[in-house]
């Protein structure tokens, strides 16, 4: 006998158990399935930071709208999945003194609040700032801590009805006469799933399971590295205030520094070559805003895969920065129940998960609101309740390695 649900979603990162705890919430049953454990993917293995929208303020101005209402939302919300430590924009002498004033009038123009430091205030604020800063401007930047996200997530959902499964690999989908009429699942499964709707929430791998469904869904996955270094209590989020490259954030932990990133296109998001000139470049670009962290121990580095669709970066001429989501509708492709989600950002899954959310309840003719956006996740007070739901999803990425369970 196969397991009914009303809703399956694949996929155990950020977007798949925001969907899960949408869903929940809006009273339908639903099945989560994640291959490895929870955040295993992309979400466990970013940078971490809740933006504000000012990275993206005056190129994109939608998708920095997305974010400084997301940040607000996941302010209010998540508790000690975050850390409000607010942000930098900070300008060397070399930087382009046309961009800091295009930036902050784009921020002050979309309602990011923003303040402007000269060198000597800046340098107040983080002692060890470069003598080449020229100025700043802080903004509401914040960091997350994936792992617990996703698990209070998984939680809320689990709360409200939902069975989410770790260790579940979808190994093939079963479409007869434009419907998605099964979905074989291995590992802890073992069994195939029966489902009204099938949502794609498998980031950087949506092309393989969508092919599996006979669908074309086409991504440009991109790694990029982050190296974490001790450094006690840095303060805010560094961003160096230009075009963005590779090594131009510094993300601060407790008794850690997560410098970062880069950006190289990879064929196979599982097996892809990683490069010691990334690691160097991140180093050395950080180390020009923050010239202690050049020599500081290194503790761990880690490599993500950006989940970009590739019509998109095609369009943007393959910048490798995640602007908006795409939610696509299979029905428009001959699948009816079937819709995936890709792009985006860790800062924008709630948004992504209710965008999916709407069209699903659409498509199963459910007249349902959102609740995400204002109510609190469970456990957010009590960080070693979190830990221990990071530990029964096995949802420990690397991301929050040095702050997860140290409480
Ligand atoms: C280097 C880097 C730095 C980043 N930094 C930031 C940042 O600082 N701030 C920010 O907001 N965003 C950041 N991002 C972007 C952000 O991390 C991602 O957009 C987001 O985490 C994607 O979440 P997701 O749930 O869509 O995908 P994922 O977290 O990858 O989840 C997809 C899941 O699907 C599972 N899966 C795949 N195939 C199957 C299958 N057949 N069966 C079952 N499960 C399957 C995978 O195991 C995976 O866990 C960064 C990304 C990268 C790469």
Redesign the pocket.
Known sequence: MAIETDVLV???????AGVARDLALRGIDVTL????GL?????G?????L?SGARYAEADRVGAEECITENRILKDIAGACIRDTGGLFVQLAEDDPDYFEAKRAACEDIGIPVETLDSDAAQERVPDLAAEVERAFEVPDAVIYPSRLVAANAADAREHGADIHPH???EDVLVADGQVTGVRVGGAVGDTIEADYVVN?????AG??AAMAGLDVEMQPTR?V?VSVEYDDLGPVLNRCRDPDDGDIVVPHEREAVL??TSVPVRDPDEYETEQWEIEESIEECAAMLPPVADAPEVRTWW????LYAPDEDERGGRGI?RGFFLLDHADDGVDNMASIVG????T?RQMAEATADLVCDGLGVDADCRTADRRLPGVDDPERLDALVAEFDGQGPTDEDVVGSV
């Open positions: 694949v996929g155990g990162g950020a977007t798949g399935v994640e291959r490895d955040t295993s993917g992309t979400s293995r970013s940078h971490g930071l933006h579940a690999p979808v929430a498998t980031g950087a791998w393989r399971f990029g982050m970062g990133t993500g895969i950006r989940p995640s985006g950002k860790l800062t899954y």
